[in-house]
């Protein structure tokens, strides 16, 4: 059993859709299809009527809804009752960052604040955006680290919450200098053998955010890989295995030594904002000194 399965029944339930759903969940709705089944699996029992429009619950669903909302109610309040418990002088504060922000912007900004901060005691959670949102809203962490883009943002009400936008990133197409030149790389041009693209889910952020700026031009690549972390994509390109949208924070190095070469000018850019979200009321005294600084 995964809780993520009894998030993803609930909000069916809500919908009605499993697009509606799947968007909500920020998955795509094949991943979605499956964790629904896997639960139905594990029931024993189908749980959704497919043959409807809009899908229905079936009998054993709507028995079921209640015992998912309750053992994700009580799980919840269990798992920040312990956390309250373990309140004290050198408790730790949580955080909850997308993968290449707690890489390249997360952990260096640690390192400055722990010398102004010498009792400061941090967990991190490196996850998917949904799960960083789910758990900010749960009160599972204290502070979220995550992108914005003009068009796509965090599935979250802020009203509850605290923005603060942190420094402004760039996302550009890059590819390992000596093939880039080679092969003459160059998204501007649009003749030529395509371009191969090491390219991000399409459900991930940042994938979103690279099809909104590329969904107006003619782009001249051939898809030859796809994952959803930066890291593994970076491994790959810096091989030189083609080209990649990436986070000028996580490539800034490689950027000033020439191993990585961008490929396309500004249209072919877009710019990100490293933002930070909590709830001040909720912080004890060491944390809203980090929430000052951060």
């Known amino acids: 059993m995964d809780l993520n399965w009894l998030r993803d029944f609930e909000c069916l339930a809500r919908t009605l859709s499993f697009t509606r759903a799947s968007d909500e969940r920020n998955i795509t709705q094949s991943a979605f299809s499956r964790r629904i089944k896997a639960l139905e699996n594990w029931v024993g029992l189908p749980l959704v009527n497919r043959a409807t429009y809009p899908v229905q619950l079936t009998e054993a669903g709507q028995q079921f809804l ?20 373990d309140r004290g002088d050198n408790r730790f504060i949580r955080f909850s960052v997308l993968h290449t922000i707690s ?13 102004q901060i010498p009792e400061l005691r941090t967990s991190v959670v490196s996850d998917s955006l949904s799960t960083c949102c789910e758990l900010l809203v749960e009160g599972a962490v204290d502070v979220m680290l995550c992108y914005y883009h003009h068009s796509v943002s965090p599935m979250i009400d802020e009203a509850a919450f605290v ?15 000596e093939p880039a030149r080679a092969n003459q790389w160059d998204l501007t041009r649009p ?17 979103m955010v690279v099809e909104n700026t590329v969904q107006r031009q003619t782009l001249n690549a051939e898809t030859i890989y796809v994952d959803g972390l930066v890291e593994t994509i970076k491994r790959r390109l810096l091989k030189g295995g083609g080209f990649a949208w990436m986070p000028e924070t996580a490539i800034s190095a490689e950027l000033a030594a020439g191993v990585l070469v961008p490929i396309g000018d500004d249209p072919w850019c877009t710019t990100l904002t490293i933002s930070a979200l909590s709830n001040p009321a909720t912080l004890d005294q060491t944390a809203h000194t980090l929430w000052d600084l951060l």
């Open 191 to 207: 003749d030529g053998p395509p371009i191969p693209h090491l390219a991000y889910e399409r459900s991930s952020f940042l994938g």
């Open 66 to 85: 209640p015992v998912a909302l309750t053992a994700i109610s009580q799980l919840s309040e269990t798992r920040q009752s312990l956390r309250d418990a």
């Open 163 to 177: 923005r603060k936008d942190l420094l402004t990133d760039r996302l550009i197409p890059v590819a390992a200098a």
């Open 103 to 115: 890489t390249n912007f997360l952990a260096p900004r640690l390192d400055e604040l722990q010398l």
